[in-house]
């Protein structure tokens, strides 16, 4: 055996006094010191040092403790069952080794049903109950001894005073966690606020201040709840065989249990819960800073048992911290795929929601001047399941002096072209969007889309790997593509090397509007691009307009005009129209400078159904050309449907409402009227 360190001997101790001295704070005082993921870091310390030298291990250890003695303001209680803490897992692994524990104890490779519950973040209590009657509530104090809270615990709504229903047992207790919503805890402190009164630290410790309230008047002004998670005392002719249909027995006496629970085979579906749980956290309207596993089958949490400080058939597997304070070091600016600027700031890495975290979004520079953010800020950053880290609140007094203001570059930091913020916007762009190395790939994607020049072939893995490999820096570059460069990609044999080649060539020729669509100018959607194209006839022209003319035509308003000019504006975006002229890319400016009649202008048509002849996409197409604006549903405003093969519910609804319908032959005859073929 390695003889211990003095280093670390000290470090044992250190942690131990620490500990409890932060027990003391939060279970006593009800004050706490630290946040609460910085005491599971502590514990979790000590856990780690006392399992590497065994020969350090104390009986006083708070390891081997529950919580700490309660105060003696209350009668004390011992309990008849101790009310133990539960072992934590931080990781898939731990939950994983916890199984695999579980079944070598039990002698089965077979998967054991768990019921997953979710860890509240409250107060635990014990509740007895004599012929039906509640005659006492405790805390769980250090898990031997509690606190009597019966005057309290019988303010609180959701406690039954009285079992309900039939076969009450003589003697029962049930268990449950004592938590106050988030809504009620954030009226409550905005009343102790008002009243010039110390708000509670978070929901656990209102909980848990109330429930210690020496006068019940009190208490029963505080929005406490309560929800049932174990019966523990019980005549065992009464006890169901399952831990799931035990809580059913005490719902149906009357009490709240959780609706988020499940039942789960094995450790594979328990993390599929976890993480279904963890996606749910933000909008339930309680706080869980994690999720329990019970093994459910009674007779086999005896034959597991228990250690000194936790039973060995159950555990909690814990979310990660949501919040931690940390310093940013510095702010730089990222250009997103669609050109959005956004300011990222550079951190003093920290570990918060899992992982060790050293940027966050500041959103834009409205967010920025709203939360006044200086570089050198303490802030306080949150990162909530997959949610990008985000700095949420600045710590002012800990500003240091000369802290730099930040400001918003006025030229793209990748590609120089210019940041344009639009009147009534909140994010600045970057406006060299065809050219833009950051939206390279962006832009690549929607120009090939299906609605743009459709290049068929041409998809989101594939437009990865040319632009990765160097291949394709512009649009323009997919026209300079060989078989043979495309031939040698993993994956891209010679035939459909072929076939996207045909594909590119095929775009060669788009209409105005399509290319128009294609170039991804900001706010130009498809009904705009036509509508630019049909008022001006060429690319040159729109090119060329200013801001008043280009609101001339329906549908753009001075956004979309800001939007139109700056892209024009750019060298980089015209120096990539230009090489797609090079590149043999040729709109065909004529054919939209045809104008035909609309006779459909103003009014709103709806398609339904299969169309035979053309696809649903053709005949909208036809229809706009003929002035008709067409929708997704179908309203006393409609003008007219066009129902197809296995028409349904719009097709009933106009029928319903004495609308005009058309079928295929009608659509088709009607164009034709007007000079368009199908």
């Given at each position: 055996m390695t003889q211990v360190s003095a280093e670390i001997r000290q470090r044992v101790e250190e942690l131990r006094a620490v500990i409890d001295d932060h027990n003391h704070s939060y279970y006593v005082l009800d004050d706490p010191k630290i946040p609460d993921a910085e005491f599971d870091r502590l514990f979790r310390e000590l856990q780690t040092l006392e399992a590497q030298h065994p020969e350090l291990e104390s009986d006083d250890s708070p390891t081997r403790r529950v919580g700490s003695a309660a105060e003696t303001s209350f009668q004390e209680v011992v309990h008849r069952l101790p009310m133990l803490s539960l072992d934590n897992a931080f990781s898939e692994e731990e939950l994983r080794e916890f199984d695999r524990r579980v079944r070598d104890r039990l002698a089965t490779e077979d998967p054991v049903e768990y019921v997953c519950e979710p860890k509240l973040d409250g107060l635990a209590v014990s509740l007895h109950y004599e012929n039906g009657a509640l005659t006492r509530a405790a805390t769980r104090g250090d898990g031997y001894t509690g606190e009597d809270i019966t005057a309290n615990i019988r303010t609180i709504p959701s406690v039954p005073l009285k079992l309900r229903g039939n076969n009450i047992p003589e003697l029962v207790e049930v268990r449950g966690e004592v938590y106050m919503p988030k809504a009620g805890f954030e009226k409550l402190n905005a009343r102790l606020a008002e009243q010039g009164e110390k708000p509670f630290v978070n929901p656990r410790n209102a909980a848990a201040g109330s429930l210690r309230q020496k006068k019940s008047t009190v208490t029963a002004q505080r929005p406490l709840e309560l929800c049932a998670y174990s019966m523990a005392v019980t005549d065992e002719t009464l006890l169901p065989a399952t831990h799931w249909d035990s809580l059913q027995r005490v719902r149906e006496w009357g009490f709240r249990i959780n609706p988020e629970m499940r039942k789960a085979q094995g450790a594979e579906a328990c993390l599929d819960a976890y993480s279904a749980l963890m996606q749910k956290r933000e909008s339930l309207p309680y706080e869980i800073d994690g999720?329990?596993?019970?093994?459910?089958?009674?007779?086999?949490?005896?034959?597991?048992?228990?250690?000194?400080?936790?039973?060995?058939?159950?555990?909690?597997?814990?979310?990660?911290?949501?919040?931690?304070?940390?310093?940013?070091?510095?702010?730089?600016?990222?250009?997103?795929?669609?050109?959005?600027?956004?300011?990222?700031?550079?951190?003093?890495?920290?570990?918060?929601?899992?992982?060790?975290?050293?940027?966050?979004?500041?959103?834009?520079?409205?967010?920025?001047?709203?939360?006044?953010?200086?570089?050198?800020?303490?802030?306080?950053?949150?990162?909530?399941?997959?949610?990008?880290?985000?700095?949420?609140?600045?710590?002012?007094?800990?500003?240091?002096?000369?802290?730099?203001?930040?400001?918003?570059?006025?030229?793209?930091?990748?590609?120089?072209?210019?940041?344009?913020?639009?009147?009534?916007?909140?994010?600045?762009?970057?406006?060299?969007?065809?050219?833009?190395?950051?939206?390279?790939?962006?832009?690549?994607?929607?120009?090939?889309?299906?609605?743009?020049?459709?290049?068929?072939?041409?998809?989101?893995?594939?437009?990865?790997?040319?632009?990765?490999?160097?291949?394709?820096?512009?649009?323009?570059?997919?026209?300079?593509?060989?078989?043979?460069?495309?031939?040698?990609?993993?994956?891209?044999?010679?035939?459909?090397?072929?076939?996207?080649?045909?594909?590119?060539?095929?775009?060669?020729?788009?209409?105005?509007?399509?290319?128009?669509?294609?170039?991804?100018?900001?706010?130009?959607?498809?009904?705009?691009?036509?509508?630019?194209?049909?008022?001006?006839?060429?690319?040159?022209?729109?090119?060329?307009?200013?801001?008043d003319a280009l609101q001339q035509v329906a549908d753009v308003g001075p956004i979309v005009a800001g939007h139109v000019r700056s892209f024009f504006d750019q060298p980089h975006n015209q120096e990539t129209l230009q090489a797609l002229k090079d590149a043999g890319v040729v709109w065909q400016e004529a054919q939209v400078l045809e104008r035909v009649a609309q006779p459909l202008a103003g009014e709103t048509w709806v398609l339904t159904g299969t169309l035979s002849q053309m696809t649903r996409d053709q005949a909208k197409e036809k229809l706009e050309m003929l002035g008709a604006k067409v929708s997704g549903s179908v309203s006393k405003k409609t003008a007219c449907v066009v129902a197809g093969e296995a028409a349904g519910s719009k097709l009933a609804k106009a029928e319903q409402l004495g609308l005009p319908v058309l079928d295929e032959v009608g659509l088709r005859a009607l164009l034709e009227e007007h000079g368009l073929t199908v």
């Open positions: 999720i329990v596993f019970k093994v459910n089958r009674l007779d086999l949490q005896q034959q597991l048992g228990f250690v000194s400080r936790a039973p060995r058939w159950a555990i909690a597997h814990k979310f990660p911290a949501q919040e931690e304070l940390t310093v940013i070091e510095g702010v730089e600016f990222q250009v997103g795929r669609t050109g959005a600027v956004t300011p990222v700031a550079r951190l003093k890495p920290v570990f918060v929601g899992g992982v060790t975290v050293s940027n966050a979004t500041l959103h834009n520079m409205d967010e920025v001047r709203r939360l006044d953010v200086h570089i050198g800020d303490t802030v306080f950053i949150r990162r909530a399941g997959d949610v990008i880290p985000q700095v949420v609140k600045v710590v002012p007094d800990k500003r240091p002096e000369g802290a730099c203001e930040v400001l918003m570059p006025s030229h793209c930091p990748v590609c120089d072209s210019d940041i344009v913020q639009i009147d009534g916007e909140a994010v600045a762009r970057c406006s060299g969007g065809l050219f833009c190395p950051a939206q390279r790939k962006e832009a690549i994607r929607h120009y090939a889309s299906r609605k743009a020049l459709d290049i068929e072939g041409l998809g989101d893995r594939l437009i990865e790997v040319l632009v990765d490999e160097g291949m394709v820096q512009t649009v323009a570059d997919l026209y300079r593509l060989t078989r043979f460069q495309l031939s040698s990609l993993d994956r891209m044999g010679d035939k459909s090397a072929n076939n996207l080649i045909a594909a590119i060539d095929r775009s060669r020729h788009p209409v105005l509007w399509r290319f128009l669509y294609a170039l991804g100018i900001r706010e130009v959607g498809e009904a705009t691009a036509k509508s630019l194209a049909s008022y001006f006839g060429s690319l040159e022209l729109i090119s060329q307009a200013d801001e």
